[in-house]
């Protein structure tokens, strides 16, 4: 080799190094505000991954792309704020998936009841090709999903009586989120299932409008529900994820080193969230119990009549999601399970 060639590799080698540690170059990265809503509080889960989010953005860009994070609604229910995003005047939020139907039907996939019987699934299906796909389905309609954060497995809470069977759910007025699957789930199940916008749950609560709600235990413990409600129902119904989406508007006009600050960031912190998520999900039974909420598991029995029932919104979300991405996921479902 010769001395020329030696040194013109060695500063290709060079270049290559000073870009692993600084990926983005600086004149490609401007002073950027981006406003981040999200509707938990600053003390949930979400708003700790929130935090997390926030700081890697600002550390990854030294310093000049800047997140104003707002929590608890402030702007707007997940509805709301998607409606901001698409049309440019709010740059990022995380929500839940199931809000999003109505944007792009593929998101429904998520509220299949009893698609994943437990987080390793739930990571390996959101982080694979097929979570990819669903995220992808999103960018035509003005938004850009980054990830997918952890929600978690739903359990049920109300006031009227303990569900031990199927017909104690009877007559249960029952907030559900804004999407159909869960309605038509709820109403198979004999709630009277009403959709309301998590912004206006707890009031509804504890003005008595609605007698219960589902939630993974985390949200029942941050959004404090365990006040307004006094029986809880271990059902683990469905797992929902959040997903961190970003306005097209905005993207379209950051630079890749920009692209890349978000991207890295958001990953940063879905791994921060969901470790942290299980980890409060852990305690929180336990916490619940002792601010008063009697708790119950369902029978094995009881818990295969209500799961029989769900199920029964399968097909309903196959013709949604379309039968090629249905038949995808129960596959590779199959495959983890044989692992
Ligand atoms: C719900 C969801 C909420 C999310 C959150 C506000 O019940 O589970 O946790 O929408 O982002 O609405």
Redo the contacts with the bound molecule.
Sequence with gaps: MTVLRRSLLAAAAATLAAAAVAPAFAQDIRPRLIRFG???NEQSN?GRAVKVFAEEVERLSGGKMKIRAFGG?SLGS?NQMQQALIGGAQEMM???T??LVGIAQEMALWDTPFLFNDVREADAILDGPIGEKVKARLEPKGLVGLVYWE?GF?NLTNNKRAITRLEDLDGVKLRV?QNNVFLDSFRSLGANAVPL???E?FSALETKAVDG?E??FN?IVSSKFYEVQKFLTVTNHVY?P?IVTVSRKFWDGLSAAEKKVLVDAAKKSRDFERKDTRDEAARALADLKARGMQVNALSPAEAARMRDRLTRVNASVATSVGMDLWQETQGALAKLRAK
Aim: proline share 8%; aromatic share 12%.
């Design positions: 999200y509707g938990l979400q609604a997940d995380v929500g839940s199931a809000t929600n739903r989120m916008p998590f912004s749950l709600q939630n993974p949200t929902s959040w």
